[in-house]
């Protein structure tokens, strides 16, 4: 059985920075993973969510390549982050990501593996090729966007910290253990 629900805790939902209600939503996938929950029983548009913030952090840490290093450029994530930046509204990341991705997808299979089994610093004409510094540019912010997504999802609930670990204890069957 899925777990149909999008859970932010009050504190997330009532901070000002809007990464927090991305990172709420983070914390509660992760610790559904930790317990031994498959990501097939977690609601898609929390792990869509996810994916977007994993796609925003590595492209504004390290540029588009360092997304596709670290990402070994994983054809079920890039489908995921193509259909949620669709999702959230972010058309001009969207049509970035899929011109960066026809660049990837033109590349040798030998020289794409090369890359990722290679280092990303130093001297690496792969990766200068693949970053583009328009992410920057563009004016649609993908945190507010994938926060927005996520307060208006029919599936968002806002709950306690400890309204949030009785859910995810019923939705496992045990206890969790709290740190």
Request: cysteine-free.
């Amino acid at each position: 059985m899925e777990f149909g629900r999008i859970i932010i805790s009050e504190t997330a939902m009532n901070s000002e920075n809007l990464q927090d209600v991305i990172h709420s939503n983070i914390s509660v996938i992760n610790l559904m993973r930790e317990e031994g929950v498959n990501d097939d029983l977690i609601h898609e548009d929390a792990i869509m969510s996810y994916y977007l913030d994993y796609y925003t952090s590595q492209y504004t840490e390290g540029n588009f390549a360092q997304f596709v290093y670290n990402s070994g450029w994983d054809k079920e994530l890039n489908e995921l982050i193509e259909e949620g930046l669709g999702l959230i509204g972010a058309e001009k990341h969207l049509e970035l990501f899929q011109q960066q991705s026809k660049k990837v997808k033109l590349m040798s299979s030998v020289k794409l593996n090369k890359f990722l089994k290679g280092k990303l610093e130093g001297v690496n004409p792969i990766r200068d090729l693949l970053n583009n510094d328009t992410f920057f540019e563009i004016e649609e912010n993908l945190i507010t966007l994938n926060a927005a997504f996520l307060k208006t999802h029919p599936d968002f609930e806002v709950l306690s910290v400890d309204d949030m670990f009785a859910t995810l204890e019923e939705f496992v069957g045990h206890e969790i253990k709290r740190d």
